[in-house]
């Protein structure tokens, strides 16, 4: 099976723009996580989409947004960027089968470099 | 809430020699963990887990964990360094159905020829 993957893998905005990225995961999972990482926060949980709907959400302004669309690809949003949005923004997807959605693995993908000028 | 703590940020060994990587952890209930390595600009690559059963759990590329309940650790070893081991190295933890998966603050491991 192919992996994720994401689109586009690097990025250079402005300040104030937005920035829309996508995420397709491994086929036949349901589930789609964002993280966003720097070299001073680590990996920070943006949020998680389960069949379209929004299950996690981690501690980010409202400036960061996200969709999950029925064939369970995804996309984020970042409007107004600020260059503390400069990162590496990483999509995971994981199948969440019968068991505990807790115990399944979440595959990632190669993210995308994001740089805010 | 549930954490990770990765207390070295970097990890250097000879290649040949053992390693371990370091990993203490703060949940309520039972842990799901997890270990992922991260090569330079690349995403992040699963190793290994420990959902129940053994408390030693073999992974990918020849390395295996230790859950240990009583010290709430989960330490990534392996007997054997290479140098194409050299990398970023995240532990993480996941506690009940729907909760979100919390990485550690992650360790550089270095393996000199």
């Known amino acids: 099976k192919a992996g994720v993957t994401q689109t586009p893998r690097y990025l250079i905005k402005t300040r104030g723009q937005q920035v829309t990225l996508s995420c397709s995961p491994i086929?036949?999972?349901?589930?789609v996580s964002w993280y966003q990482q720097t070299p001073g926060q680590g990996l920070q949980f943006l949020f998680e989409y389960f069949s379209e709907t929004q299950r996690n959400k981690g501690n980010f302004p409202g400036r960061f947004s996200g969709r999950q669309f029925s064939n369970s690809r995804s996309e984020m949003n970042v409007s107004t960027l600020e260059l503390g949005d400069s990162a590496l923004y990483l999509c995971a997807s994981s199948l969440v089968g019968r068991t505990s959605s807790s115990q399944e693995t979440q595959y990632f993908g190669p993210g995308t470099r994001l740089l805010v000028l | 809430a549930q954490s990770v703590a990765q207390p070295e940020d970097q990890v250097n060994v000879a290649e040949g020699n053992p390693l371990t990587v370091k990993c203490t952890y703060s949940?309520?209930?039972?842990?799901?963990l997890f270990w992922y390595v991260q090569y330079p600009n690349r995403g992040l690559q699963f190793l290994l887990k420990?959902?129940?059963?053994?408390?030693l759990v073999k992974g990918s590329y020849g390395f295996e964990a230790e859950f240990n309940k009583s010290q709430t650790s989960f330490h990534l070893k392996k007997p054997s360094a290479l140098v194409s081991d050299s990398a970023l190295y995240f532990c993480a933890v996941r506690a009940y159905v729907r909760s979100t998966l919390t990485f550690g603050k992650g360790t550089m491991l270095l393996v000199s020829p």
């Open positions: 086929s036949g999972h349901r589930s």
């Open positions: 949940v309520s209930g039972n842990p799901y």
């Open positions: 420990y959902i129940t059963g053994d408390n």
